[in-house]
């Protein structure tokens, strides 16, 4: 990696991603100028990204000619915690129709005072019991937002 | 205009309109959650009240957001909102010299009069525009919007090329979903939820909102505000003289920016600052505690939230992520924003307008006496108030359309615009390109079919000519110092080698 530097790579990632959508484009109809088919627009936009990261892709090249090397941009940063976050994230969408919207909340609130910077077992177990509730509350009984009832019916 | 005070003064729309401001301030003083993540979440609670009020609910929450934003970067040096981000320089350093009390009463009278004036401008503009706007075609249209993107990518931080590509996987995420001309569905991959298209909902407060609380968690997450009382929130003379020629400068550069598609509450501020900077006779002193530094900044990002509103009403095209979520609010309440507005609902957009000027009353009555309730929010710890966050993202988004997918979608582009920070690519032009791209793809094919293929159909009327070859020029700009920086590296290496 220490070979390129983050708009190299970067670039060279959009280019993957542009050969993809102008690929996939051509399975729809592109049509002729004088009446465009459903493909058009999306191979146009494909090649446009091809065209701006091949770009980026020379940018970034004399940049590291120039002596701009790879940034990591992780160093000194707790970077586990946004793993924590994303995972619970991920979790929460998982469980919110097999548990309900009141036990899956109280759930990830209290994982996250607990682990992301570790709160105490009261300030958990408050936050998380009146944060399911008051918002259950709010945009359930109040605002009527239809928010998913497990099997215990909240 | 009076039918627009009967219609903002009625009590219904005065509550919606001191609910949306006050909404507002608390997200503009919360840092990680902005006007746009905001909006999102709220637009599900407006489906039960009239369009009217609901409009007016969600712009209090925009202009209310600019007003707040100024609090934390004076008092905290995080900017509540990215338009604040410049205050920051100056308000800051007030701040630890004992002036924080003069730089919160400038930021909030700037706003007043920037935003006020803001407002007289939408009214006087918006109607002529509006008459105008009858006579846009598609190519018109086509090249108005590629003018937008490209000022949008033009002024973006960070390389051209970053912003061009970031506009161009906008459009491509437009076009996910049914083909409007042929109503053939494209890239769905079987799943119901994207015939629709990619909700721009979840697609903001992925970029915005979780990627922010991403961002904010790896790091320290602690914070120091100042423990000093807080006194003389009216500037005195001195501070006038100081602030009103830079307040009346950044409105009009607020004001026009924001009108521009891709302008913004952004870049004015960062304009206004650097124009204040210019132009002082003591420009060393800037970033030390100049109080122009405070006033032209946040008059500017106030007097563009007025003139963003412009291009939404008269021409139906959003100028920034936040009018792109108060378009999709309209067309939620079966509103059409463009040219006919102003004749077919005349209630909503007098309304919208003069509700905005009652709201810049309310936010002056609330911002100077309530700062010391907003300092109290702001010592709610970062530990205690993400979580908060993430779920009021979560409940906003699944409550839309009571979807799972849409909530991961949502996940996911938080995970993306994650990365696309650390890589540093903006999401603004993404989001405007995402809500742009279907309206530019239709406008482009009508075009081509109304010419035979041709074009040469952009460069043959004088209004699409116009706006096009702005939009070339803007685009060549950056290759020519770059050719001549270019050709003085070629030599040197060559005589080197």
Not at chain 2, 247 to 260: P, Q, S
Request: aromatic share 10%.
């Amino acid at each position: 990696m220490e070979r390129f530097n983050n708009d190299q790579v970067s670039a060279a990632i959009w280019l993957a991603v542009a050969i993809i959508i102008c690929l996939s484009a051509l399975r729809y109809d592109l049509g002729a100028l004088a009446s465009p088919g459903t493909g058009f627009m999306p191979f146009l936009a494909g090649l446009a990204i091809a065209l701006f990261s091949f770009i980026g892709l020379v940018h970034g090249t004399l940049r590291r000619k120039q002596g701009v090397g790879w940034k990591p941009s992780m160093r000194g940063l707790k970077w586990e915690k946004p793993l924590i976050v994303l995972a619970a994230l991920f979790a929460y969408i998982f469980l919110l129709t097999p548990l309900g919207f009141s036990l899956c909340t109280a759930l990830f609130i209290g994982f996250l005072l607990r682990t992301v910077k570790p709160q105490k077992w009261f300030v958990v177990m408050a936050g998380s019991i009146l944060t399911a509730l008051g918002s259950y509350g709010v945009f359930e009984l109040w605002l009527k937002a239809q928010l998913p009832k497990g099997p215990w019916g909240f | 205009m009076v039918m627009g005070f009967q219609v903002a003064l009625q009590p219904g729309n005065l509550l919606f309109c001191f609910i949306g401001v006050l909404i507002g301030t608390l997200v503009g003083v919360l840092p990680g959650l902005g006007p746009v993540a905001a909006i999102s979440l709220l637009l599900p609670t407006t489906f039960h009240v009239t369009p009217v009020s609901a409009i007016i609910m969600l712009a209090g929450i925009y202009y209310g957001a600019m007003y707040g934003g100024s609090t934390t970067s004076i008092l905290v040096n995080i900017p509540g909102e990215a338009a604040s981000v410049v205050t920051c320089l100056d308000g800051y350093q007030m701040a630890r010299q004992g002036r924080a009390g003069p730089a919160l009463g400038i930021s909030a009278f700037g706003s007043f009069i920037a935003g006020t004036i803001g407002v007289l401008g939408l009214m006087l503009i918006a109607p002529p525009l509006a008459e105008m706007g009858l006579k846009f075609g598609p190519p018109e249209y086509f090249s108005l919007m590629t003018l937008g993107l490209t000022i949008l990518t033009f002024l973006a931080g960070g390389p051209m090329w970053k912003a061009l590509l970031m506009a161009a996987f906008g459009l491509f995420l437009g076009c996910i979903g049914m083909d409007t001309l042929m109503g053939a569905p494209r890239f769905t991959w079987d799943i119901i939820e994207l015939s629709d298209g990619i909700g721009l909902v979840p697609v903001v407060m992925g970029l915005f909102g979780i990627s922010e609380v991403l961002l904010n968690v790896e790091q320290s997450m602690e914070r120091s505000i100042f423990d000093t009382k807080i006194k003389n929130l009216l500037p005195d003379l001195k501070d006038w003289a100081g602030s009103i020629f830079p307040i009346l400068r950044g409105t009009v550069i607020g004001f026009f920016l924001g009108v521009l598609p891709g302008g913004g509450a952004v870049i004015s501020s960062f304009v206004s600052y650097a124009v204040e900077k210019k132009i002082s006779k003591y420009p060393e002193k800037f970033g030390t505690g100049m109080i122009a530094g405070v006033a032209g900044p946040e008059a500017a990002n106030n007097a563009a939230t007025g003139g963003a509103f412009i291009p939404l009403l008269t021409l139906g095209i959003p100028a920034n992520a936040v009018m792109a979520i108060l378009l999709g609010a309209m067309m939620i309440h079966g509103m059409q924003p463009g040219p006919m507005l102003v004749k077919e609902h005349p209630d909503l957009f007098w309304g919208a307008v003069t509700s905005m000027y009652l709201g810049n009353v309310m936010l002056l009555v609330l911002n100077l006496p309530l700062i010391g309730l907003w300092v109290k929010i702001l010592r709610v710890p970062y530990p205690i108030l993400f979580p908060l966050i993430l779920l009021f993202c979560l409940i906003g988004c699944y409550s839309l359309n009571n979807s799972i997918i849409e909530v991961s979608i949502m996940v996911i582009f938080g995970l993306i615009g994650y990365l696309f920070k650390k890589f540093e690519y903006e999401g603004a032009p993404l989001v405007l390109a995402l809500v742009l791209g279907p309206m530019m793809e239709t406008a482009l094919r009508r075009s081509l079919l109304l010419s035979a293929g041709d074009p040469m159909i952009f460069l043959n009327r004088p209004i699409s000519a116009a706006l096009m070859l702005v939009s070339i020029f803007l685009l060549a700009y950056p290759l020519v110092p770059w050719l001549r920086k270019k050709r003085a590296i070629v030599p040197k290496e060559e005589n080197e080698g």
